[in-house]
């Protein structure tokens, strides 16, 4: 299978069901095939290059174009709007470029770049591919390049077949028991690969309906639960916790829920405890990075600890290993590596970091430290690039931060290393407060050596009235040491 033949059969199966419903208008399956179809022959038309852009918001006309692009035969790239320009210019560069999908909002980023400019608004009658000139595609040729974000370096553009997408799907839909009845909430941006990966391809192979919110807002979404009967949310930890701030000052029918995952990032545990608390369906965490195509493991409502990534996803292998590469037993902490037709064809352009990161008998090298427990669920313990070296002891500093933001008053915390000339490294904890609290570095001081070892205590605080984030809501770690 591919993703175009997978769409055509929904959209024939489903063509008078709802498809995509966003800001602006609702449309069908079949009406959604049309509109696919309209893009496929507005490149078939002009001469483009085999790779297209697509930068534009959660919109249907953003679900239109990325099908569109591969029944032309050409491979779609979600644009980051959030990148600044000099890194947007070196994605279009980098992927050879020349024609993008937007729209008039986004526009002006692209300046002079591209040969054509194909914006959503100014698209006049246009009639639909030849049904016989539409390529299905192969299930090991290209279906996206997806660019990370680029907080350290250059984006990378990770190349992601048919076969990648679609496998990593059915072991979702097994997971998750999606059916064509469930109703998802797109909050997340499409450009980001857990996003487009739950929020589009996922519904759409299953014939759901997708409600798309353009930008993320706590009391917007708490709206359209109740007012679309929505069943399943995909977002990170500050998104769930902003909804947790206001789903306390308003009310709200949210029984309709059945599944909310968190992703992107470690979920910390006092937002795991209130959203628990507060709302209908208990929120579960799962784990998953771009090269695995998107997700690796996660817990679900009848399987699930708290505090793990969950137990991996049936059709995918997962092993543990220490720096020399051998597997570690259970509950020993080492390198997360992924195995499975999930794991990317590889980095675009960029052959020697594709051999540094997939080992020659197709291990995935994920960069993050974890263990496997005895009953199969994944713990994930740091970022490798991120641990800091104390005195020569590795530290985590997700478990500083897991103490830190326990403590009432924090709102959110952020730990990096900092040179130190007697201990090579130590923690520097950044902080945001809850709103009205008020907190001395001496109370947190306290509150840490209470429970953490002396040594993992963080040396230096800084209070900030925000923490910074990246463009799918991750704080930047990079941008603090810096």
Not at 230 to 235: D, E, L, N
Request: net charge neutral.
């Amino acid at each position: 299978m591919t993703l175009v033949k997978v769409f055509l059969n929904t959209c024939k199966r489903h063509a008078k069901k709802p498809a995509v419903i966003d800001q602006n208008r609702e449309i069908t399956y079949g009406t959604l095939h049309k509109e696919a179809l309209e893009s496929a022959a507005l490149l078939l038309s002009r001469n483009t290059s085999s790779h297209v852009g697509i930068l534009l918001p959660n919109c249907i006309e953003f679900v239109a174009a990325f099908y569109g692009i591969l029944m032309a035969g050409k491979t779609p790239i979600p644009l980051n709007f959030l990148l600044s320009p000099a890194q947007l210019l070196y994605v279009i560069q980098n992927a050879n470029i020349d024609t993008v999908f937007t729209n008039n909002l986004f526009k002006p980023q692209l300046g002079n770049l591209l040969k054509h400019i194909l914006s959503a608004e100014e698209k006049g009658p246009c009639t639909a591919a030849d049904e016989e000139k539409i390529r299905l595609g192969e299930e090991e040729e290209l279906a996206a390049i997806l660019y990370t974000s680029g907080t350290s370096a250059n984006p990378k553009g990770v190349m992601l077949t048919h076969k990648n997408f679609l496998s990593n799907l059915n072991g979702c839909i097994q997971a998750f028991k999606f059916t064509e009845k469930d109703i998802l909430l797109g909050v997340l941006p499409l450009f980001h690969t857990y996003a487009l990966t739950t929020n589009m391809v996922l519904p759409i192979c299953v014939g759901a309906t997708i409600v798309y919110l353009p930008r993320f807002s706590g009391p917007k979404v708490l709206e359209l639960i109740e007012k679309r009967k929505i069943t399943a949310v995909f977002a990170i930890p500050s998104m769930y916790r902003a909804l947790l701030r206001t789903v306390e000052s308003t009310k709200h029918e949210l029984s309709t829920l059945r599944i909310c995952t968190s992703g992107g990032e470690l979920l910390p545990g006092d937002v795991l405890e209130a959203f628990n608390r507060v709302f209908p369906v208990p929120l579960t965490e799962g784990y998953g990075l771009t090269e695995a195509t998107a997700i690796v493991s996660v817990n679900l409502p009848e399987r699930f600890r708290p505090g793990s990534i969950g137990p991996p996803l049936r059709n995918l292998e997962v092993k543990i290993v220490n720096d020399d590469g051998q597997r570690q037993p259970l509950n020993k902490e080492g390198e997360m590596w992924v195995k499975g037709p999930n794991v990317m064809n590889g980095y675009y352009k960029l052959p020697k970091e594709t051999a540094e990161t997939i080992t020659s008998d197709g291990w995935l090298k994920t960069g993050d430290y974890g263990k496997l427990d005895s009953e199969g669920f994944l713990w994930i313990t740091g970022r490798k690039k991120e641990l800091i070296i104390i005195s020569g002891e590795n530290v985590s500093p997700n478990e500083i931060e897991h103490v830190i933001s326990s403590h009432e008053k924090v709102f959110e915390v952020a730990v990096v290393g900092v040179s130190d000339k007697i201990r090579g490294e130590v923690p520097k904890a950044f902080i945001a407060f809850r709103e009205n609290a008020a907190c001395s570095e001496e109370e947190i001081k306290n509150f840490c050596m209470q429970r953490l070892p002396h040594y993992k205590v963080p040396k230096y605080f800084e209070f900030l009235k925000e923490l910074p984030h990246g463009p799918t809501g991750k704080v930047l770690k990079r941008a603090l040491k810096q």
